[in-house]
């Protein structure tokens, strides 16, 4: 959930020189993802044991200024002081990610997203709610720790939930640190990279604006949900040919679209949806957690989509 007040997707936080040390000699941004991090930070030794706060501590010291004020990237449930028995990364911490790391024996859950159905996991407004209440009691009774990472994750440079996404898509070759996420392709036709996105990521369909025989190649990358004026200033900045985003505002980012192809301009959309547009970075931490926590059991799984088309 990338809203405005959050760091944007790509955003350079981390200084260029000083995270290329951190990650030794790599040869391009395709090694940095066989290697996420992986560099000269305390990692830690895999006959030793350690606690949830050890290993949140260790991912913050790799990226400066964190953790940042105001930050949602804290403890949903659980303490600090927890012993790790298994690490599974997710999206969200369901009801039925919960199950299945219990099964697992993994008493440490990193999402990328809200826990309890609000940016912030206030809670004082579920007080008297029966399925925050279950979900509460169920992470209580097994004594799991969850921790949200969601600002922290997306302030390394290169994002590392833009990371993923690239490595998920094939697309690491086409990223530069100077264009961000403006990516130039292969010259395609919007219906292809349409095609190509829902087998890459999975997606049994996805919504568009666009002719789909339009060609294709100044591409867009903006997952989640990084708001209507961010998405609607980047694409009137950068002229793509195609926006790709998480997910919109339908009287935001779409009424703008459609407008400027009443104006003339060569420009489509392509909405992914939030889930499908960021679960790579999950995928990222379990890279990250085998780097610097090499004793760690870390399994990733996939929540599913809440949502289903007919």
Sequence with gaps: MNQT????PFKDVVNRRKFIAQLGTLAGTAALLSSPLAGNASIIKPAETFTVGQIIDLFMKQVPGAPFPGTVDTLKSGNRDIVVTGI???M???IGIIEKAISLG???I???EPTFYNHADETTWLANDDVYQYKKQLLDKHNIAVWRNHDTIHSLKPDGVGLGLLKQLDWVNYYKPETGNLLSLPPTTLGALIETLKKKLSIEKVRYIGNASQSCQKVLLL???AGGKRQITEI???KPDVAICGEISEWETAEYVRDAQAKGDKLSLIVLGHIASEEPGSEFMIGWLKQNVPGVKATHIHPGNSLQFM
């Design 5 to 8: 007040q959050n760091p944007p």
């Design 88 to 90: 599974v990364t997710t």
């Design 92 to 94: 969200f911490a369901t």
């Design 106 to 108: 993994a008493n440490f």
């Design 110 to 112: 990193i999402a990328h």
């Design 223 to 225: 997952p989640g949900a």
């Design 236 to 238: 009137s900045t950068k």
